[in-house]
């Protein structure tokens, strides 16, 4: 059988998860930004994708989530971050950066919960700082803006401009007492009805599990060789890596998603809808592939 294919991204935050893949047998990579991932996995173009939670529930296809490592937190995450000039209980649009869709929605649902306002979101184009339409004109700061990935420590907007600022993640936790998960594995779920397909994906969900292991021993290691070429400064990049972000999929991470698509549904982001898993959920510190099984549950 051919390679599978791996829908990945190049985020400083990936790395943990990425890194090494490229040199193990029967895998490829493919890297997009997080909001092409679910469209690149529906339409064949790869296997298994690291996608946006939100483009799981939200596609017409079916996906399974695999638990072999996720972008995600317990706590702030740095990286997703809202930014206002004026107090968000007075926020009526959005600009939202276009890279990651299940932020997009998670400001939504903190703005909805915690400040009681249903913002028109607008779509912004971080890097050339312009909405996103077919004359979109150009401008410098909107009056509030999401920004996710490694451009809010590389390219951050000017801390004069925004006297109000909230982390993402943060505010989820202290909603809910549950980590957030952004993005995790996924593959679709008609390959694993074809017993050589279910076989190979999951092959491939054990190398996912076991090189995580593997990065998560060595993230000293990974800061030095990766801050630079994604522009951060080395001890910043520390910190995030091994502080503030979770890469393991355990029985919280799964509460978390199942928690995060009600909230989604209900300020209208997407239709209710319970994931599938690949395998069942792992006891407290046991990994989540225990073996090349392809059974799914709920």
Request: aromatic content about 6%.
């Amino acid at each position: 059988m051919r390679d599978i294919r791996l829908g990945v991204v190049r985020y400083l935050n990936t790395i943990p998860l990425i890194e090494g893949l490229d040199k193990l047998a029967g895998l490829s990579l493919t890297a997009a930004v997080p909001a092409k991932l679910a469209g690149m996995l529906a339409a064949g173009e790869v296997d298994i994708a690291l996608a946006s939670v939100i483009d799981a529930a939200r596609g017409e296809s079916e996906v399974v989530l695999i638990p072999s490592g996720m972008i995600g937190c317990d706590g702030p995450t740095m990286t997703v971050r809202l930014f206002s000039a004026v107090p968000f209980e007075r926020v009526s649009r959005v600009h939202a950066d276009t890279d990651s869709h299940t932020s997009v929605v998670l400001a939504r649902v903190v703005l909805a919960r915690r400040f009681g306002v249903s913002p028109e979101v607008v779509d912004f184009d971080a890097r050339e700082r312009m909405e996103v339409s077919p004359a979109g004109p150009g401008m410098e700061w909107p009056e509030t803006l999401l920004l996710i990935g490694d451009k809010v420590v590389a390219d951050p907007p000017p801390a004069e401009r925004y006297p109000y600022q909230l982390d993402l993640g943060e505010q989820w936790r202290e909603m809910t007492g549950l980590p957030f998960v952004y993005a995790v594995w996924m593959c679709r779920a008609a390959d694993l009805s074809d017993p050589e397909k279910a076989e190979a994906i999951a092959g491939a969900a054990a190398l996912l599990d076991r090189q995580v292991r593997h990065n998560m021993t060595r993230l000293d290691w990974l800061v030095r060789k990766r801050a630079a070429e994604h522009r951060w400064p080395e001890d910043l990049a520390r910190r995030y890596l091994v502080e503030l972000l979770r890469y393991r999929v355990g029985s919280r991470e799964r509460e978390a998603v199942g928690e995060f698509l009600k909230a989604a549904a209900s300020v209208g982001a997407c239709a209710p809808r319970t994931m599938s898993w690949l395998g069942p959920a792992p006891a407290e510190g046991v990994g989540a592939i225990s073996g090349a099984s392809g059974a799914v549950t709920v």
